[in-house]
């Protein structure tokens, strides 16, 4: 039982690129979430994902686009990669029941953009 | 949008010690959690509190649901080197059915 994967682990782009970071968990849980962190500013919701074929902004949502693939699968694209989308990017999923607010994340996306 | 008031931002304690921090919201709150996260890592989930007044332990940690709904402490006693690493709290209101907010953090370092 993997949790939530994350990939890449660490990416350098440039400015004006695209990429997509994928995310999956093997938990079974309905929702998933993509944060970025940067220093001083905490974790700052950019899409999430109530359950599968929906998906709603967050608190940044600007220059960035989600796909819900399927169940497992969250992936976030950076259409045209710009130096402020520098950080560090997390996934995180919740299952239901008596849990419904715990959320596990995966271990980051590291990504640079010059 | 809003977030939670984490205190202290940071703290450099000798080992042994007990540690306390907490945070505070505007609003009414329904869940609390406590996350820590590790340099290079994402943040794990040490304790969830669902119930105003509810005090629960993990280990050396007890973390306490406010009994004004608004607040939430998080206790480790006896620290140890491993306890370094910063420490999230996290909390739902009523308005917010999917979305948590979040504390900025607790950064805390340990001399052994």
């Known amino acids: 039982n993997a949790g939530v994967t994350q990939t890449p682990k660490f990416q350098v782009l440039k400015t004006g690129q695209s990429m997509t970071l994928q995310c999956a968990q093997d938990?079974?849980?309905?929702?998933m979430y993509w944060y970025r962190q940067d220093p001083g500013m905490g974790l700052r919701l950019i899409y999430y994902s109530a359950s599968e074929g929906t998906t709603d902004k967050g608190e940044v949502p600007n220059g960035y686009n989600v796909s819900r693939l399927n169940k497992r699968e969250f992936s976030l694209r950076l259409e045209s990669a710009a130096p402020s989308q520098t950080s560090v990017y997390f996934c995180a999923s919740v299952g239901g029941g008596s849990r419904y607010n715990e959320q596990f994340f995966g271990p980051g996306t590291r990504l640079t953009v010059l | 949008g809003q977030q939670l008031n984490q205190s202290p931002q940071s703290m450099f304690i000798q080992e042994g010690e007990d540690v306390s921090m907490n945070c505070t919201s505007s609003?009414?709150?329904?869940?609390w959690l406590w996350y820590k996260q590790d340099p290079g890592e994402g943040p794990v989930l040490l304790i969830a509190l669902y119930k105003a007044g509810e005090l629960t332990s993990n280990g050396r940690l007890t973390a306490q649901f406010g009994i004004t709904r608004k607040d939430s402490f998080l206790n480790i006693s006896a620290s140890i080197p491993s306890d370094v690493g910063i420490y999230f709290c996290?909390?739902?209101?009523?308005?917010?059915?999917?979305?948590?907010?979040w504390g900025l953090g607790t950064s805390l370092a340990v001399n052994p």
């Open positions: 996290a909390g739902r209101n009523a308005g917010n059915n999917r979305k948590l907010i």
């Open positions: 938990m079974n849980h309905n929702s």
């Open positions: 609003s009414i709150f329904n869940t």
